[in-house]
T-cell receptor, first 115, second 115 residues
């Protein structure tokens, strides 16, 4: 149980375009989802926290207009990188937790390359 | 804010030797502690967690960790490693100030098991 999927697993896009990444909880209802960014050889940095039906809460330094997060249902959250630039290239990982639980279940990640 | 320190960025070790990966955190309030493993181009897999109770926690794949409140440490150990343990290991902490909702990750330790 507690499986989280991400789609796509990797994507290449041209500078200036937008790309959407999906995060799904497959066998539980995720009341809260988290989006992380992982730079090469570095740790995961929390970008934002989203609760179903609410606006996402962004961490300091994360541009909310650039990284659009939607959590429209209890099983799906999306991250849209708008007007992507090469510096947005990174590994994006989502996690989800259900109800009052504290444990986060992580997706397999999406590698974004902006050319 | 919480900070998590993994002092060793890389740990080389021979197969069947014991290993310890170190993790220290900064919080002075109640914490939950986690160790995750990440294989190349994959998401994070939970190895073990400390919530309360016994300070010695056993996880999957023969790993264990000990919570030391006075030293604010949560070191990960395995008495005999295998080639398949080669991966990157992340320590994570959440605390009461954020209702255990926000995870803070260390910078990771790459474990390289040699034959």
């Amino acid at each position: 149980g507690a499986v989280v999927s991400q789609h796509p697993s990797w994507v290449i896009c041209k500078s200036g375009t937008s790309v959407k990444i999906e995060c799904r909880s497959l066998d539980f209802q995720a009341t809260t989802m988290f989006w992380y960014r992982q730079f090469p050889k570095q740790s995961l940095m929390l970008m934002a926290t989203s609760n179903e039906g609410s606006k996402a809460t962004y961490e300091q330094g994360v541009e909310k207009d650039k990284f659009l997060i939607n959590h429209a249902s209890l099983t799906l959250s999306t991250l849209t990188v708008t007007s992507a630039h090469p510096e947005d290239s990174s590994f994006y990982i989502c996690s989800a937790k259900g109800g009052a639980g504290f444990e986060q279940y992580f997706g397999p990640g999406t590698r974004l390359t902006v050319t | 804010a919480q900070s998590v320190t993994q002092l060793d960025s890389q740990v080389p070790v021979f197969e069947e030797a014991p290993v310890e990966l170190r993790c220290n955190y900064s919080s002075s309030v109640s914490v939950y502690l986690f160790w995750y493993v990440q294989y190349p181009n994959q998401g994070l897999q939970l190895l073990l967690k400390y919530l309360s109770g016994s300070t010695l926690v056993k996880g999957i794949n023969g790993f264990e960790a000990e919570f030391n409140k006075s030293q604010t440490s949560f070191h990960l150990r395995k008495p005999s490693v295998h080639i398949s343990d080669t991966a990157e290991y992340f320590c994570a902490v959440s605390d009461r100030r954020n209702n255990f909702n926000k995870f803070y990750f260390g910078s990771g330790t790459k474990l390289n098991v040699k034959p």
